[in-house]
């Protein structure tokens, strides 16, 4: 997305968010979590990340961008797995993970 990131106390905070092993965990558990809820439907899933993560619904560009987003994941994993179950959660695992990484997703230090 085009917004600023807010000034943080904590200068490492965006490298912290892209490379430390908890916060993947964490996009992993989250994925996990909108999988359940949301089974196989990809829109559905980019509808609860959105409202979970940054606490509103996305505009239908970014939504767009998401969704578009989720098939090239799921269209580069699926080239190494036959397995398609642990393809869908990496690939919303890897979008969960950058959503985390946005502006929008705040960080409050």
């Given amino acids: 997305n085009c917004l600023d990131r807010r000034d943080s106390l904590v200068a490492p905070q965006a490298l912290h968010l892209l490379n430390n092993g908890m916060v993947r965990q964490l996009a992993e558990s989250f994925a996990t979590r909108v999988m359940k809820e949301a089974g ?3 829109e559905r899933q980019v509808d ?3 409202l979970y993560a940054i606490g509103r619904p996305l505009a239908s560009g970014e939504k ?3 969704l578009d987003a989720m098939q090239a994941f799921v269209t580069e994993l699926k080239t190494g797995s036959s397995d398609i179950a642990a393809v869908k959660l990496k690939a919303l ?3 969960c993970h950058a ?3 946005s502006a929008a997703f705040l960080f409050v230090d």
């Fill in 40 to 42: 196989d439907d990809c």
């Fill in 48 to 50: 609860l990340v959105s």
């Fill in 64 to 66: 767009n961008v998401s």
């Fill in 93 to 95: 695992t890897e979008y």
């Fill in 99 to 101: 959503v985390f990484n």
